[in-house]
């Protein structure tokens, strides 16, 4: 997707260490979630909410400005319904635990694969 120049992106209401070793390890280039704090000493001391799972839309909507992209553009990919944005092009529901409001529902990172053959 990147070589057809595509922007990758996170947005995850889990946590940054994970998030982000997944960006890196992917080549994403944006990536929002909920960040750990450590002290000096590398202990944990608490948290910042950066990635409210119920304002994900508002999220969307402000990489849709910053990028100059339309939603109906986007593509998501998620596992819940907080994911399942209105307004996104496709949207793809990946693995869920519940039956979603998805344009396709896969299984597995093949399915994905097809998927994106057949739509892009």
Not at 15 to 40: M, R
Not at 89 to 107: F, Q, R, S
């Amino acid at each position: 997707l990147k070589k057809r120049g595509f922007i990758l992106g996170i947005v995850s209401s889990g946590i940054d260490i994970l998030a982000e070793k997944v960006a890196d390890e992917l080549g994403i280039d944006i990536c929002y979630s909920n960040s750990l704090i450590f002290d000096e000493k590398g202990f944990l001391i608490g948290g910042k909410g950066n990635v409210d799972l119920l304002r994900k839309k508002e999220i969307a909507k402000n990489l849709s400005e910053k990028f100059k992209i339309p939603l109906k553009n986007f593509i998501i990919i998620g596992d819940t319904r907080y994911d399942m944005i209105d307004g996104i092009g496709i949207k793809i529901a990946l693995n869920p635990k519940e039956k979603l409001d998805a344009d396709y529902t896969v299984n597995s990172i093949q399915e994905l694969k097809e998927v994106f053959e057949r739509e892009i």
